[in-house]
T-cell receptor, first 115, second 114 residues
Framework: AQSVSQHNHHVILSEAASLELGCNYS??????LFWYVQYPGQHLQLLLK??????LVKGIKGFEAEFIKSKFSFNLRKPSVQWSDTAEYFC?????????????FGTGTKLQVIP | DVKVTQSSRYLVKRTGEKVFLECVQD?????MFWYRQDPGLGLRLIYF???????EKGDIPEGYSVSREKKERFSLILESASTNQTSMYLC?????????????FGAGSRLTVL
């Protein structure tokens, strides 16, 4: 069964600092990869996704992520965070298994940006 | 935009009560999901449905059941609520074709079982 690991549970950064959140998955086959974000009091929403092609994908609000197949990783990055990026971030992996697409989420990383 | 509506934002129930959590989506999506979200555990899949009257167990189905009588509606049922089912419950839907494989979530239903 696939699994997703997010190594950072709680990250605190000052505004303008650079961000990198780690995500590793375990699955040997073809994967679709996602980062979802949950701002305080809001729905979970898609930040960015990777299906195929260029392994460097760009999402909303200046976020990007790089798929490194050899490392089974899909780390999220942002060069300069803002206070409004304070949220919880979830990495997710979708795989085709047993006739359907199954989506597995990581445990989440809470990001706190200090003004 | 797809809208996923969960009928109750906050519920307080007593141990042993039967609980219904309702979810409706308005974009004719085939696939619907129920997750629970707990601090430090992320989202865990309870049940999902790929079509009307069809259901599949997720990773933590014990203590739960589901119903999908109409395409737009997916209900999560706790037959006899227990305190360890206190959690945030998230419903999501997903379509086919363009934009497929992206989940759209509802606002969540926070259930407290006393």
């Amino acid at each position: 069964a696939q699994s997703v690991s997010q190594h950072n549970h709680h990250v605190i950064l000052s505004e303008a600092a650079s961000l990198e959140l780690g995500c590793n998955y375990s699955y040997g086959g073809t994967v679709n990869l996602f980062w979802y974000v949950q701002y305080p009091g809001q729905h979970l929403q898609l930040l960015l996704k990777y299906f195929s092609g260029d392994p460097l994908v760009k999402g909303i609000k200046g976020f990007e992520a790089e798929f490194i197949k050899s490392k089974f990783s899909f780390n999220l990055r942002k060069p300069s965070v803002q206070w409004s990026d304070t949220a919880e971030y979830f990495c997710a992996v979708s795989t085709y298994s047993g006739g359907y697409q199954k989506v597995t989420f990581g445990t989440g990383t809470k990001l706190q940006v200090i003004p | 935009d797809v809208k996923v509506t969960q009928s109750s934002r906050y519920l307080v129930k007593r141990t042993g009560e039967k609980v219904f959590l309702e979810c409706v989506q308005d974009m004719d999506h085939e696939n619907m999901f129920w997750y629970r979200q707990d601090p430090g555990l992320g989202l865990r899949l309870i049940y999902f449905s790929y079509d009307v009257k069809m259901k599949e167990k997720g990773d933590i189905p014990e203590g739960y059941s589901v119903s999908r009588e109409k395409k737009e509606r997916f209900s999560l049922i706790l037959e006899s609520a227990s305190t360890n089912q206190t959690s945030m419950y998230l419903c999501a839907s997903r379509g086919q074709g363009s934009g497929a494989n992206v989940l759209t979530f509802g606002a969540g239903s926070r259930l407290t079982v006393l």
